[in-house]
């Protein structure tokens, strides 16, 4: 693609971001669903306020993708480049952190602790 004098430079890296950042939203949401199934198990021993606060709390995940998903491409398309990149990835930030915390917990549990001992 030509660039034409008086315009901007072509943003197809940033296009390519916004897509491949969305596709890995929408997997984070159907594992997401297999979570949000699973969560009302927190009502097993009964309605506390601590299983509704956690239920709640998986169940509205998918508001922060959706929004951070829709603030990217408004960016995008006001030409707010670094903006626009900042929020498609945050689209997926939420799992990768979480999963990095909970490796980081194990593996730290593990060197502490080692491994756990059973009473045979």
């Known amino acids: 693609m030509a660039i034409i004098e008086g315009t ?28 949000a ?41 006001r030409r707010k480049n670094i903006l626009s990149a900042i929020l498609s990835g945050l689209t997926f930030a939420l799992p990768v952190l979480l999963y990095a915390g909970l490796s980081i917990f194990s593996l730290a549990g593990f060197l502490l602790g080692g491994l756990p001992r059973h009473g045979y």
Do not use: H, N
């Open 8 to 35: 901007s430079k072509p943003r197809t890296g940033l296009l390519i971001w916004l897509i491949v950042s969305q596709v890995l939203a929408v997997a984070s949401l159907l594992i997401w669903l297999v979570v």
């Open 37 to 77: 199934g699973l969560s009302v198990m927190a009502f097993d021993s009964g309605e506390t306020s601590q299983a509704w606060a956690f239920v709640i709390t998986v169940w509205s995940y998918p508001i922060f993708p959706i929004v951070m998903a829709i603030g990217a491409w408004i960016a995008y398309r």
